[in-house]
């Protein structure tokens, strides 16, 4: 695996982060690449909110992507290194009065400012009680910040996975406070391959989410430890570092920022099996009246049956999005393997990687 500290280390590794985001930045402007502030405006029903949120909280805002789903109302969302809350705090305004949104981060510099918004952020949504709280805590330790067992409904995390020493905890705890047909949407920073474990150990390349950025493949192999078989990409751009002696530093390795989408459900294999089945959307999902995409190799259009591996067809039955992605077929009779179909652009097939 790329670049981990030796044991023993991780505390100085993320007292090291703290430093960084919570002392040496005042702004996402003082960030020296855009690895941490690339691609990170919200669409959809989230871009509406924005104009909602506290300017100290988006002028303080770090991230690589949108991790905000679809179909929140009345979830109860967890955001992994929540910072100064911009993305929970919009995702409690898509959950609700009714739901509920918890964020956790290690750096009290972060956190403090996202407690003093809660109040002002309240009424602005109109609610009559705040539905969103944050905790100090380890995303590695998710007990610690006491978040329990299958509690959770959707995990949101963006470009802070890279940041964590043990990647492997990280997994797990978000398996294990998921509920069954729980989502786990996260934006982040990879890698095309190992990082350099001298460059993993350089604590600005760290700070600026390109250190600690996982290869792809061993992405993949960490998911399926942890149970996570089958992971999609909703999207996927490449991180440009125009900074010449962070480049030279850097060497050859290229950077993308992703975001991912897997679901906790215990019949997901680790390949694309065809058992005859097909998904119609309906058009129901707020905001995609037209099409829905499940990732950029799966777009359902309104009322078009789809035919599905068993996996996609588990994604969309077992999850709350079967209340509009309607799946036909069982398991009772295997197929084979899945063969790719390829006859629309947007890849209306399977095609687990």
């Known amino acids: 695996m790329e670049g981990r500290p030796v044991e023993g280390e991780a505390e100085r590794f993320r007292e090291d982060v703290r430093e960084y985001y919570g002392k040496k930045l005042r702004g996402s402007s003082d960030l020296k690449t855009n690895a941490c502030s690339c691609s990170a405006s919200p669409c959809g029903e989230a871009a509406g909110i924005i104009p909602l949120i506290d300017s100290e909280i988006l002028d303080r805002f770090y991230g690589c992507g949108s991790p905000l789903p679809p179909l929140l109302e009345g979830m109860t969302v967890l955001d992994l290194g929540c910072g100064t809350g911009r993305d929970a705090f919009i995702a409690s305004k898509l959950v609700g009065p009714n739901g509920h949104v918890i964020g956790v981060d290690m750096t009290n510099e972060q956190l403090e400012v996202a407690e003093a918004h809660v109040e002002s952020q309240t009424e602005r949504f109109g609610y009559a009680a705040p539905n969103v709280e944050f905790r100090q805590g380890y995303i590695e330790d998710l007990r610690s910040a006491g978040i329990e067992d299958g509690s959770i409904d959707v995990v949101i995390s963006n470009c802070v996975v890279n940041l964590c020493p043990r990647k492997d905890l990280v997994f797990a705890e978000i398996r294990r406070v998921l509920n069954d047909g729980g989502e786990l949407y996260f934006s982040d920073v990879f890698a095309d391959r190992r990082v350099p474990n001298e ?109 599905v591996c068993g996996n996609t067809a588990s994604m969309c039955s077992g999850t709350r999005y079967g209340k509009h992605l309607h799946a036909r077929g069982d398991r009772s009779r295997h197929r084979g393997k899945f063969e790719a179909r390829d006859d629309d652009p947007h890849g209306v097939c399977c095609c687990c990687r």
């Open 199 to 307: 460059v993993y150990a350089d604590p600005v390349l760290r700070g600026e989410c390109l250190a600690g950025a996982m290869y792809v493949e061993d992405f993949r192999r960490a998911m399926a430890k942890a149970g996570f078989l089958d992971v999609r990409y909703t999207s996927v751009s490449d991180v440009v570092i125009d900074d010449p002696e962070m480049r030279k530093l850097l060497g050859d390795v290229r950077f993308t920022s992703r975001t991912a989408r897997t679901f906790k459900l215990g019949d997901l294999e680790d390949g694309c099996e065809d058992y005859g089945q097909v998904v119609i959307y309906d058009g129901g999902i707020p905001g995609h009246a037209d099409w829905f995409d499940l990732d950029d190799r799966h777009r359902f259009y309104t009322n078009r049956p789809i035919p």
